[in-house]
């Protein structure tokens, strides 16, 4: 792949609970030889507590850094965050197809935006400008036993008019690049079912109850662990996991990985800078189960040619107790 | 149940206001269900989504703006998404909240007031506070101790910062927030 050169949009919760995401994101973006660029002295997007002020005033609070990124002339914008995308995508989209709106929002705005940024998630940078045949060659390590319940949470996929990428019920985006860096990826029926999204701090019960849920559902699909590709969802997923044992009576203690850290194990990359140490619930163990791609294909040759031997030895048997019947037989 | 008196609370206007904000037309759902069916929070609304939109088609405007389900929307999209009649629902739904906030008939203050307390931290440092944020919402709340419990979890992973990032373009988008409070007094 040509190195193309992306604005990178981290948004705010990635320099603070989310720091682990921004870190392993530019780790793997590193690794993958895709080039970012941090906009410069780029704000707040306004996120869901703007568009419940109104709809001209958030796409301004979002459009001020499309204005920004415009004059970079990367033409692409790519963003970890799916609430910073969606409000990013929206701001953009409205913009570019209502002239009115786009006056209006310009009027709040120093430096009027013109339409030339097209947001796109990490995700879909990876699995459509990198590719899984490139994303699958950077593997130097397998981590066996690791089961993993992809969660893509509400509004990565959805609308589907502002999200244009992967499949608004059933997206698939998260599972590809995971078998392709070789991890057991399991069939996950609450990949989209909402966590609570930013109820957290206003009304913590309704979050740990849908939480549980989706927890629960892991366990059920025979996970060890679930991959996200947003902060909101890490949070209320880690973070809240203590919160929901208290309230719910449970006792789960399942790791919660953004998907960019477990791209990166796979990639021998050191777990420090991919921030595993900033995990609430301990992922020491998947640390630890880590193994190179040549011991992996090692303990599987022996573990198949323990298998041959005893099967080897089963015929034997089975062909010894023949020749013994034989032999009372014919006595 | 609450019962209505449908005539008397009627509010033509009202069904007027909201289509125009939403660019949605409401007369078009044929009460299906499926919102209702698909949305996550639908236990702990008073009216489910597709009441909302009952409502909504026979003009309920205090109903509507007072109820507790427009501000425990989060906006999820699946009812969006799965709305045979292609109407955007997660966007009246948003429109409503604009419009009760307008209004001044808030019934859920706690949400309100956190989102606020978020929205002041990006006016005055152009990006969220996180620790800011939760403490003027503690304080404004009277929940003075709301997640206290995370405090040393986030704190013994280093990811709580004491002092807000302020931006140098900070006053550029304090400046948006005051255009916008400017204009929609101008707007009544």
């Not at chain 1, 993958?32 to 002295?41: A, F, N, T, Y």
């Not at chain 1, 066996?144 to 698939?172: H, S």
Request: glycine residues 6%.
């Amino acid at each position: 792949m040509a190195e193309k050169e992306y604005a990178y949009y981290a948004g705010c919760s990635l320099e603070g609970t989310a720091v682990e995401y921004d870190m392993s994101m530019r780790q793997v973006f590193k690794a993958l030889g895709v080039s970012i660029v941090e906009p410069e002295d780029w704000s707040c997007c306004g996120s869901t507590p703007a568009h419940t002020v109104d709809r001209v005033f958030a796409a301004a609070l979002a459009a001020r850094n499309l204005t920004i990124i415009e004059k970079m002339g990367t033409g692409t914008v790519t963003v970890p965050c799916p609430s910073c995308l969606s409000v990013l995508k929206r701001a953009h989209l409205g913009m570019t197809g209502d002239e009115s709106f786009r006056n209006e929002v310009n009027e709040l705005l120093d430096e009027p935006y013109e339409g030339g940024v097209v947001p796109k998630s990490t995700l879909q940078v990876m699995l459509e400008d990198v590719g899984l045949d490139t994303i699958a060659s950077k593997v130097t390590h397998a981590l066996p036993g690791l089961v993993v319940a992809p969660y893509y949470g509400c509004i990565l996929t959805r609308p589907p008019e502002i999200a244009q990428f992967d499949d608004p019920e059933n997206p698939m985006s998260m599972d590809k690049i995971l078998e392709a860096v070789g991890v057991k990826v399991a069939d996950y029926a609450f990949k989209l079912e909402c966590c609570g999204a930013a109820f957290g701090v206003p009304k913590r019960d309704m979050v740990n109850r849908l939480t549980y849920r989706v927890l629960s559902m892991a366990l059920e699909a025979g996970a060890n662990c679930i991959a996200v590709a947003c902060p909101l969802c890490q949070q209320n997923l880690d973070l809240r996991q203590g919160q929901v044992n208290s309230t719910m009576n449970t006792s789960f203690n399942l790791p919660i990985l953004y998907f960019s850290q477990i791209v990166g194990l796979t990639y021998g990359l050191s777990p420090k800078e991919l921030g595993m140490d900033k995990l609430v619930v301990s992922a020491d163990d998947i640390v630890r189960s880590r193994i190179t791609i040549e011991e992996l294909a090692q303990r599987e040759a022996n573990a198949k040619a323990a298998e041959a031997e005893a099967k080897a030895a089963e015929k034997l048997k089975k062909a010894k107790v023949k020749e013994e019947d034989t032999k009372t037989e014919e006595t | 149940m609450d019962t209505l008196n449908l005539t008397k609370s009627l509010n033509l206007s009202f069904i007027e206001q909201v289509s125009k904000e939403s660019g949605q037309n409401p007369s078009l759902c044929y009460q299906c269900g499926n919102c209702t069916a698909g949305c996550p929070y639908t236990h702990f609304f008073d009216y489910p989504v597709s009441q909302i939109m009952r409502l909504l088609q026979t003009g309920q405007r205090d109903t509507i703006l007072s109820s507790k389900a427009i501000w425990l929307c989060a906006t999820c999209e699946t009812c969006t998404t799965r709305c045979p009649c292609e109407i955007d629902v997660a966007m009246i739904m948003d429109t409503l909240r604009v419009i009760a906030r307008r209004e001044n008939k808030v019934s859920e203050k706690d949400v309100k007031l956190f989102y606020d307390s978020f929205l002041n931290s990006v006016k005055e440092h152009g990006r969220l506070f996180e620790v800011g944020t939760l403490l003027s919402y503690n304080l404004r709340s009277g929940n003075f101790f709301a997640d206290a419990d995370l405090g040393p979890k986030v704190l013994e992973k280093g990811k709580i910062h004491f002092f807000p990032k302020k931006i140098k373009g900070r006053d550029k988008v304090a400046k948006i927030f005051t255009r916008f409070q400017e204009k929609a007094k101008k707007h009544g």
